[in-house]
């Protein structure tokens, strides 16, 4: 491959890889994927909305230099891939649903907020649920302070009413009584 060639392709992969460090990534193993697996692969992660990119380890580690992510070299050995996402929860999710169809897909490692990550902790990611329940369970425990509070206020006022109520009572009974 001449030299050219090299450079446009480091080029693509700092351009692909431009947002890894917000986004995150998980770099997978590819051993024995045929090329028809490939294509569905790939149409899989596509409606996970994550994206996966086979890579030369030695071309996108300059690639890795060039973005300031050198650590992340460690988990480049042998065919591998890297699947990205709009999040790295995301990419997470994606990578481990098809691993489970696709066993000549291993789960090496991955990047998330500045640090790499290995297979249990990819696994972990992948556990948390995703952003629109994490904000309703954020809402919900907001809440719950003030609907308590509320909630015990409501039942004093219904405790100072029932007492008003048969002073009331009380009082009406004086006056018909006297």
């Known amino acids: 491959m001449s030299r050219r060639i090299k450079g446009l392709m480091i080029r693509e992969f700092a351009d ?6 917000q986004n995150g990534c998980v770099v997978v193993g590819l051993t024995g994927l045929s090329a028809e697996d490939s294509t569905e692969l790939r149409g899989l992660l596509s409606e996970k909305g994550a994206r996966m990119m086979v890579v030369r380890n030695r071309l996108f580690a300059i690639a890795l230099d060039e973005l300031g ?22 990419a997470a ?22 640090h790499i990550l290995d297979r249990a902790g990819v696994e972990r990611l992948a556990s948390l649920p995703d952003r629109q329940t994490l904000l309703a369970q954020s809402l919900s ?5 003030a609907l308590r509070f509320v909630s015990c206020l409501q039942g004093t006022l219904q405790r100072l009413a029932a007492v008003l109520d048969q002073l009331r009572e009380s009082r009406r009974g004086e006056t018909s009584a006297g």
């Open 141 to 145: 425990c907001m809440c719950s302070p």
């Open 93 to 114: 999710k994606a990578a481990e649903d098809v691993a489970e169809n696709f066993k000549c897909l291993n789960v090496v490692g991955g990047y998330a907020e500045g």
């Open 16 to 21: 692909r890889f431009s947002g890894l460090q």
């Open 69 to 90: 992510l050198p650590e992340l070299k460690q988990l480049l050995d042998g065919a591998m891939a890297v699947i990205s996402g709009q999040s790295p929860v995301q």
